[in-house]
């Protein structure tokens, strides 16, 4: 398996544009997340997904950050507008299931700026 | 969700083996303990977890104290390649994740710098 593919791998936005994050997660796993990681944060989780259904969305910081799963091979996560705060590393990772013994596999990651 | 502590950083040389330590005194019986590392500008990966017996796998070992408050994951033989940020993480068994109270998942982890 390829793992989980993540595009773009680099994104430079301007402030006020909108910024699309896709993820392709494991095929077989049921379970995905999107997480973001700062320096001064760490690695936040942001939102996750079990059988294509947003199970909590509550880390999702703003209503400028909004995330789908329209099938189970895919899932994007859309900041409109962009802000420079916004700037950061963003991962998808995926899971069997949502068992805490599941193990997460982590995509490479998409580093957003937003100038 | 239990909370761990593990030192900011730590060094070893190239082809020795490393002790990287993490303290859980919280830890309740059916917490397990999990270890996952990220590799310079990669994801965390997932590396080992344990329960109460010592396990081992091909990347390391994990030794958990007979108390369950503290464990420690070994690397029998580092590489450069083994320079990362280790995390240890604490999950109840057999429950769904419950993320409404622990956003921030993996913590600041222990940052192991190799010396060629």
């Known amino acids: 398996d390829a793992g989980v593919i993540q595009s773009p791998r680099h994104e430079v936005t301007e402030m006020g544009q909108e910024v699309t994050l896709r993820c392709k997660p494991i095929s077989g796993h049921n379970s995905l997340f999107w997480y973001r990681q700062t320096m001064m944060r760490g690695l936040e989780l942001l939102i996750y997904f079990n059988n294509n259904v947003p199970i909590d969305d509550s880390g999702m910081p703003e209503d400028r950050f909004s995330a789908k799963m329209p099938n189970a091979s895919f899932s994007t996560l859309k900041i409109q507008p962009s802000e420079p705060r916004d700037s950061a590393v963003y991962f998808c990772?995926?899971?069997?299931?949502?068992?805490?013994?599941?193990?997460?596999?982590f995509g490479p990651g998409t580093r957003l700026t937003v100038l | 969700d239990a909370k761990t502590t593990q030192p900011n950083s730590m060094e070893s040389n190239e082809e020795e083996p490393v002790h990287l330590p993490c303290n859980h005194s919280t830890i309740s019986g059916t917490d397990y303990i999990h270890w996952y590392r990220q590799l310079p500008s990669q994801g965390p990966e997932y590396v080992i977890h344990g329960l109460t017996s010592n396990v081992n796998n091909r990347m390391a070992s994990l030794a958990i104290a007979e108390d369950r408050k503290s464990s420690t994951l070994i690397l029998h033989r580092a590489t450069l390649r083994d320079a990362a940020v280790y995390y240890c993480?604490?999950?109840?068994?057999?429950?769904?994740?419950?993320?409404?109270?622990?956003?921030?998942?993996f913590g600041k982890g222990t940052r192991l710098h190799i010396l060629p």
């Open positions: 993480i604490l999950r109840d068994s057999g429950k769904p994740w419950d993320f409404r109270d622990d956003k921030i998942i």
């Open positions: 990772a995926s899971s069997f299931n949502l068992l805490s013994t599941d193990t997460q596999y």
